[in-house]
C-alpha cells in the first residue's frame, strides 16, 4: 500500500490525531470519516462523510475546525 506511505497520507493521519481527534472529543454527537475515492476518480480524492444526532455538537465541531489549517482550507 504505497498510498498509505505517501508524506501526504502520513500528514493526514498525524493532522487527524493531534487536531482534528481533540475537536471531536468534545462534540461527541458529531462524528466525521473519511473514505479514500481516489481510484474512482482524479476529481475527488477523499471524501468525508459527517453523522451527527446534535446538530448544535455539528455547528461547534465544524466551528472549531474552522480555526485550524485543515478548516481554513475545506470548509
Do not use: H
Request: glycine share 6%; charged share 20%; hydrophobic share 45%.
Amino acid at each position: 500500500m504505497a498510498c498509505l506511505a505517501s508524506p501526504w497520507r502520513r500528514w493526514q493521519f498525524a493532522f487527524g490525531k493531534q487536531v482534528l481527534d481533540p475537536i471531536l472529543a468534545r462534540y461527541t454527537a458529531a462524528r466525521m470519516a473519511f473514505y479514500d475515492s481516489g481510484a474512482f476518480t482524479a476529481d475527488c480524492t477523499d471524501v468525508m462523510v459527517w453523522t451527527v444526532t446534535s446538530l448544535d455538537d455539528y455547528n461547534g465541531a465544524v466551528n472549531d475546525s474552522r480555526e485550524t489549517k485543515f478548516g481554513a482550507s475545506i470548509l
